[in-house]
């Protein structure tokens, strides 16, 4: 038998660099949420397009989950970052202008949510260019930040969200700190990893076409309170992935609540968006490099 597959490793960016946090924080949350509305139904079978009863699902984030999260979030003083896909704004453009209004970062999830597949990169070009532009038509907002939709990507991918000027990923699940990705032809956006743990979809989101058991507020409160625990011992980020469409229920909302009182117990966390942390990431890069030196390493992706 035959394997072509060549053994090496298949993401060729450096260890993450130890950069400090800002005001000597130990470590950093990540406060993020995917806003799919409909279109994450649509997208995994467009005959959803015509069930408005499985559509509900995603219509209860704009009718009811954005408002209680931005209630929340505003409560706790705390600034997020919301991975809007291009459709959702333009179905929902009061919802998500009242993200803008809040204060928080729009970041680019696409435009219908279609996963990303190798190989399909004329799909991807047009996804990527239909969500800048509902993004900056409906909010006036031209993204620095990418979530791949259902968390998936590939380098052609990657290259052209670069070329478009996205600064920062937050898909890749290999490394608890950021680091810049490499790429064939030079360096790539910065990436914030996500924690899977910190995914509410796989705690609070059940369907017929996807059926799956619910677990309750102790199983996923203690999940997130260990992973977030280490990770401050650890001095990574904490990147969270939740989903108006869960997180925005009633109890899911508890839990969420309850987690973020559990962060701000520690006086040496820093919260920020994904825009911050990339501020930040870029500002230590230039404090430990020479112009000259940083300008030929992006070109080179060393």
């Not at 806003?35 to 997208?43: G, K, M, N, Q």
């Not at 559509?55 to 979030?73: D, H, Q, W």
């Not at 070009?125 to 907002?141: H, T």
């Amino acid at each position: 038998m035959t394997h072509d597959i060549p053994a090496k490793p298949a993401n060729p960016a450096p260890a993450a660099p130890l950069f400090p946090w800002p005001n000597g924080a130990r470590c950093a949350l990540f406060p993020g949420f995917d806003v799919d509305a409909e279109s994450v139904w649509i997208a995994g079978d467009r005959r959803n397009a015509e069930r408005l009863v499985t559509l509900s699902y995603g219509g209860y984030e704009a009718r009811v989950g954005i408002p209680k999260i931005l209630e929340l979030l505003d409560r706790y003083a705390v600034k997020a970052t919301f991975f809007v896909t291009g459709w959702t704004a333009e179905a929902h453009p009061a919802a998500c202008e009242a993200i803008v209004k809040g204060g928080h970062e729009i970041a680019h999830h696409g435009y219908l949510h279609l996963r990303p597949e190798p190989g399909d990169l004329a799909t991807m070009v047009e996804e990527v260019d239909r969500g800048f532009d509902a993004l900056k038509r409906i909010l006036g907002v031209t993204p620095v930040g990418y979530r791949a939709p259902s968390g998936e990507n590939f380098t052609e991918l990657l290259q052209l969200l670069r070329d478009r000027g996205i600064r920062y990923s937050s898909s890749w699940r290999d490394d608890i700190r950021p680091y810049r990705h490499r790429l064939p032809d030079g360096a790539g956006p910065i990436e914030i990893p996500v924690n899977y743990s910190f995914d509410d979809w796989n705690f609070g989101m059940s369907h017929r076409t996807s059926p799956r058991a619910l677990f309750g507020r102790e199983d996923v409160l203690s999940i997130w309170r260990d992973e977030f625990d280490q990770t401050r011992e650890w001095g990574g980020v904490a990147t969270m992935v939740m989903h108006p469409q869960v997180s925005g229920r009633p109890m899911r909302f508890r839990i969420l609540e309850d987690f973020l009182k559990h962060v701000r117990q520690y006086d040496d966390v820093w919260w920020a968006t994904g825009r911050e942390i990339t501020d930040h990431y870029e500002a230590c890069e230039r404090s430990i490099t020479p112009p000259d030196v940083d300008a030929e390493s992006r070109a080179t992706g060393a």
